[in-house]
């Protein structure tokens, strides 16, 4: 069955609902250089990226699965692409989500970005395969995880296999492009992209526009 993403938070595992690396470099931006600013959300979910909901902010939520939280301003990729001219942005976080965008909407972000602008965004660096016990504690729930790389298409098949008291276990899956470093240097360009590496096969990319 098909992943439904207003269920997001009761279905995944607790890894990837947690605060990480990336929400403290966020936080830590906004703290050391407070000023007003022009910030995008992309593909923030349900309670959007919590670490931009700050008075000085201005946050726009971009999330073609779900609306937006209150604090956001809702908008569609068309409008961003419709608009280059009035959607400069100071900071754009993509929290989890660069490797659900085409290359196309990758090379859009950097686009959009005002002079001296900072796109930030979680990824991991290689297309491991693995299978594992996971816990959601929202709904108190168990399951597996897999994830298998489909060198074809580019991209990663995710699997997530439920009890079900009624009969076979349910499982949810969807597919995610795996989008190599080099390809992100390619597509991030006219600035400069900082790489910090973290736990086994997951980075922090800050791209500096100029």
Request: glycine share 6%.
């Amino acid at each position: 069955m098909q992943l439904v993403w207003k269920k997001y938070r009761e279905i995944f595992p607790d890894r990837y609902l947690k605060e990480n690396l990336l929400d403290a470099r966020v936080k830590d931006l906004l703290e050391k250089h407070p000023r007003k600013r022009r910030c995008l959300d992309v593909g923030g979910g349900l309670l959007g990226t919590t670490a931009l909901n700050h008075p000085d902010n201005k946050v726009w939520g971009l999330d073609t699965h779900v609306h937006p939280p209150d604090w956001q301003k809702p908008i569609s990729w068309e409008e961003v692409h419709k608009n280059l001219g009035e959607y400069h942005f100071d900071l754009i976080v993509a929290r989890g989500s660069i490797a659900y965008l085409a290359k196309s909407q990758i090379r859009l972000l950097a686009d959009v970005l005002c002079f001296h602008g900072i796109l930030i965004f979680n990824t991991f660096l290689q297309p491991t395969e693995f299978t594992r016990e996971f816990t959601n504690s929202t709904s108190e729930t168990k399951g597996t995880e897999t994830t298998k790389f489909l060198a074809d298409k580019g991209k990663i098949q995710h699997t997530l296999t439920l009890p079900n008291p009624k009969g076979e276990p349910k499982q949810i899956q969807h597919e995610f492009h795996f989008h190599p470093e080099g390809t992100l240097r390619s597509l991030l360009k006219h600035g400069t992209l900082e790489v910090t590496r973290h736990k086994t096969n997951s980075a922090l990319f800050e791209f500096h526009k100029n």
